[in-house]
């Protein structure tokens, strides 16, 4: 599998796992689920066990990654293997540059609350 395509499924892999992780909070945090499960607790004197949807597992063509990105000096990959959630080590690939084109700048200026500046 070529190396894009490597760091789409490692972003797409953290996007479900934050997904699944929201899910859970959710139900863990749920007062009503924990009040029905402890009226059970009292009435049956065992705790019914928590359902919890299951984490992603980690894909494991993915586990040897290296950052990639290549340098401003020499030019070269970056062969750092600390990688990030981004697919990228932590001195490369850092907070978005913002919208390409012209509909995405458009979308992100209606989005500001005073709308944009003209
Ligand atoms: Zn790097």
């Known amino acids: 599998m070529s190396t894009p395509e490597l760091r789409r499924k490692l972003k797409a892999f953290w996007r479900e796992?934050?997904?699944?992780?929201?899910?859970r909070r959710k139900?863990?945090?749920?007062?009503?689920?924990?009040?029905?499960?402890?009226?059970?607790?009292?009435?049956?004197?065992?705790?019914?066990?928590?359902?919890?949807?299951?984490?992603?597992?980690?894909?494991?063509?993915?586990?040897?990654?290296?950052?990639?990105a290549r340098g401003r000096r020499k030019g070269t990959p970056c062969q750092c293997?600390?990688?990030?959630r981004n697919g990228r080590c932590k001195w490369h690939g850092r907070r978005s540059t913002g919208p390409k084109t012209v509909e995405g700048?458009?979308?992100?200026?209606?989005?500001?609350k005073r709308g944009p500046k003209l």
Do not use: Q
């Open 17 to 23: 796992y934050d997904r699944v992780n929201v899910l």
């Open 27 to 68: 139900i863990s945090h749920d007062e009503k689920l924990a009040e029905r499960r402890a009226e059970y607790f009292i009435d049956h004197g065992v705790w019914l066990p928590l359902s919890l949807p299951s984490l992603p597992e980690f894909p494991p063509e993915c586990s040897g990654m290296v950052c990639g």
């Open 81 to 84: 293997k600390e990688i990030e």
């Open 105 to 112: 700048k458009i979308r992100s200026l209606t989005n500001l």
